[in-house]
């Protein structure tokens, strides 16, 4: 019999610092469109949120579902909910929560049946990594670090919300059709993206723009001035997923091969204004900024690697160049959502770490994945969270349960 231990495994969490002043917090209000974020005030607050004991965490699931649904087809409702259920017990048996995570679920009708599903963390925290760089963490993992005062929480923790047109496959149904997708497959997948595993660099200025700025960047962070309505520039910030992404030499014939941090390039991005600048509208900043060197050595380059595969990588905290994940850079042009906050599909596909591909391929069950990966795990059941997948998680804060005999 296996009994779960709590330890450390390959290496200590480093917590993060609060920042010494007022807070602003980045909240994602559709999970459908993570890009889309508002600035909300979070001010300090005494933490009030309860922890699990050791029971709790063994014997069930860290996730309290909040679900919706507005299927007339209670059936389909129940087991729905019951994915949700079975997704948060598995992800609760691989990794440790010592406080809980609050997920609102809505199974409803997206009128559009190319539509899965997505999740997106509810809120974004800035907080001070040990390198001294600010980062957005997910609210649900800042809770894990159990800060006595904290920014105040958003009600919940993950926003999720899955396609009730779609004919997906559940477990109990008979045998799995060629077209039907795992509903438990994706909701596993899309929360991890709630969980933290995204990034910021995106085409955000597009938006701004209203035409393709030709580039990437972290999120910009832009807060209204209080004094004059006017928009100031306090610097781009990435998640703290983005700390662990490097990219390859185009030599990768040289020896040592050297790769560079996104980081540096979100410091060089960081040289323009300096933070904070005041602009007179969102727009002015945008264009502004598109006529900079920092943006025209950085953004279009940036894009360009996102396109060419095998150029980023995810480099676990601790590990070597060697034990890096290539993230997916060949889809070509750049889709949003899917390059760069995905493992790469060429290269993970049939392994262990099929699950955060970024699309996932029809008339598989977990089971059927799991035994084309090498049947990692396959005796426990969470063999669907791969090696590199828990390294990623682990990496950007979350704990790994140890087991032993």
Known sequence: MKLPVFLYISLSVIFPKLYAQSYSCFDIPNPSEPENHVIKQ??????????????????????????????????????????FEMAGQIISSVFMFEVPITLNATFTNLNDSNLLGS??????????????VPRLY??????????????????????????SAVNFWFNGDGPISPAQQNIHTVIL????????????????????????????????????????????????IETIFDKFLVILPDNITSSPLVPTSLTAYT???????????????????????????QWNSVAPFILKKSTIANTLVFLPRGYQLINGTYLETSVNPYLSGSSISHISFASYTNSQD???????EPGFTIKDLISKGGNY????????????????????????FCFIE
């Not at 009030?48 to 007339?72: H, R, W």
């Open 354 to 360: 099929f699950l955060m591909r970024y699309k996932l």
């Open 138 to 163: 997910p609210q649900s993992l800042v809770k894990q670090f159990k800060f006595e005062v904290h920014p105040e929480y958003s009600s919940c923790d993950i926003y999720a919300q899955f396609n």
């Open 267 to 293: 410091s060089k991005l960081n040289e323009f204004g300096p933070p904070p600048t005041e602009f007179s509208t969102s727009l002015k900043f945008a264009e502004s900024l598109i006529l900079s060197p």
């Open 42 to 83: 979070c001010p300090f607050v005494k933490s009030t949120i309860p922890t699990f004991k050791t029971k709790n965490l063994i014997d069930g699931s860290s996730f309290n579902v909040n679900f919706k649904c507005d299927s007339t087809d209670n059936g389909l409702c129940q087991k729905a909910q019951s994915a």
């Open 189 to 236: 997948h899309e929360l991890f993206h709630g969980l933290g595993l995204t990034s910021s660099w995106r085409n955000n200025l597009d938006s701004l723009l209203q035409y393709p700025a030709n580039g990437l960047s972290p999120v910009p962070y832009l807060i209204t001035s209080a004094s004059s309505n006017s928009i100031i520039f306090q610097g781009f």
């Open 377 to 400: 795990q396959s005796d426990d059941g969470t063999g669907v969270i791969g090696p590199r997948l828990r390294s990623i998680m682990e990496s950007i804060g979350y704990v790994l």
């Open 119 to 132: 999740a997106t963390p509810s809120r974004f925290i800035p907080l001070i990594s040990e390198d001294g």
